[in-house]
């Protein structure tokens, strides 16, 4: 069996294949269709679409703004409540010329303030529809706004019923069934200065699900042509969560490669887990000991010698020599290095000239390590006689 334990790892990586192949990759939720979100209730697809047209297409993530020129602001179930004065900067962009998609469910009070459109929770009529979660919108075919648009599919069970305004012209309506019965205004369109807001209660007509579904890639094609094609089209995601997705370490696994990868990673794990053998033989810790004085000294020699140190090894000789020879003569450590030549020689003459011959012999040590090592034995014996005894 041993020898045959290649094929576990074979049949685990063709099992990770086959649900990579067989198990579609299910991104998440967005249920407040971000631009960035594949997920069925996201509107990336609307974001490509308005490039694939020829708009420069961006998001508003870090910081609130409009576009400089005028253009297409697309505002999909803010999650964050407009400020008052963010509220103003958008319809004064309106007015200057741009073009406002504004779709929500519940109206932000100051968007809804500054554009005076009100609306009411209503329930959309799904008993017709063989798909419980499916329903159809439908649009006033005499509105000339969006002319070949008939009928919009939603995912909405409750929608933002709007209450229309003089100077409102409802395009889109639909069926509340029940108590609450009659024909309400889904979506409106307004001018607004040289400009144009697009209001709608249903922002899930948008969504990748049902981009492809009855009208609802026209519709979304109409609005987008309502700017020149060099027009600028931006999608705010500054009010969806504070101005940006917040990334998370796992985000990987979400993905079709990532998936692929951690499996890959646990089969291999498994693989190493089942096979796994040691690369040597076990060392035994060893037991703590005190370390001598000579096992320090041997190191300090080798890490001076591997640097090639030989000026700092003979320095460092040298003053222990002259350390030694200044206890012997009974001056202690009181006496400064560069006065002990003159005070040796007046106490001891003879050993104020080995000393001078010793560091007359250490010139030039850089040179050579033969005649570092002559130089450092010459010191040792003049440090510590009893050694040149032995």
Do not use: C
């Not at 420069?56 to 999650?79: C, H, K, N, W, Y």
């Not at 009659?182 to 979506?187: C, D, I, M, R, Y």
């Amino acid at each position: 069996m041993r020898g045959r334990g290649w094929i576990i790892p074979i049949v685990l990586g063709a099992i990770v294949a086959v649900l990579v192949l067989l198990v579609p990759n299910q991104p998440s939720n967005s249920p407040d269709h971000r631009s960035d979100s594949d997920a069925a209730d996201g509107t990336s697809a609307l974001f490509e679409l308005a490039s694939r047209l020829g708009h420069p297409t961006s998001r508003v993530q870090e910081s609130f703004g409009v576009p400089d020129t005028p253009g297409i602001m697309f505002v999909l179930s803010p999650a964050d409540p407009y400020e008052g004065g963010q509220a103003r900067q958008l319809a004064q962009w309106v007015r200057d010329g741009g073009t406002l998609v504004y779709a929500d469910s519940a109206l932000d009070s100051n968007l809804a303030s500054q554009f005076d459109v009100s609306s009411s929770e209503e329930f959309l009529d799904t008993s017709s529809s063989s798909d419980a979660t499916q329903a159809e919108s439908t649009i006033d075919a005499g509105t000339p706004v969006f002319d070949g648009v008939t009928s919009l599919r939603t995912s909405a069970t409750v929608v933002g019923a709007l209450e229309p305004k003089t100077n409102q012209v409802p395009f889109m309506r639909v069926q509340v069934p029940g108590r609450r019965g009659g024909n309400k205004a889904l979506g409106v369109v307004m001018a607004l200065g040289k400009g144009r807001a697009i209001l709608m209660g249903d922002p899930l007509v948008f969504t990748n699900g049902v981009l492809g579904k009855a009208d609802n890639g026209r519709f979304a094609a109409d609005i987008l042509a309502m700017a020149p094609a060099s027009a600028p089209v931006r999608f705010d995601e500054f009010h969806h969560g504070g101005g940006g997705v917040s990334q998370s370490f796992n985000d990987w696994v979400t993905t079709p490669w990532g998936a692929a990868l951690a499996w890959v990673l646990v089969v291999l794990f498994i693989g190493f887990l089942l096979r796994g053998r040691s690369f040597g033989p076990a060392i035994p810790i060893l037991s703590t000991r005190d370390r001598s004085s000579a096992e320090y000294a041997a190191a300090v020699g080798t890490l001076l010698r591997r640097a090639r140190a030989r000026d700092l090894t003979l320095k460092v000789v040298a003053d222990a020599t002259r350390r030694a020879l200044a206890e012997r003569t009974g001056l202690g450590r009181g006496v400064a290095p560069d006065r002990l030549g003159a005070v040796l020689e007046q106490r001891s003459p003879a050993l104020a000239a080995e000393l001078s011959q010793a560091e007359a012999l250490s010139a030039g040590v850089s040179r050579s390590e033969a005649q570092l090592l002559r130089a450092a034995r010459k010191l040792h014996a003049l440090a510590y006689p009893s050694a040149k005894d032995r």
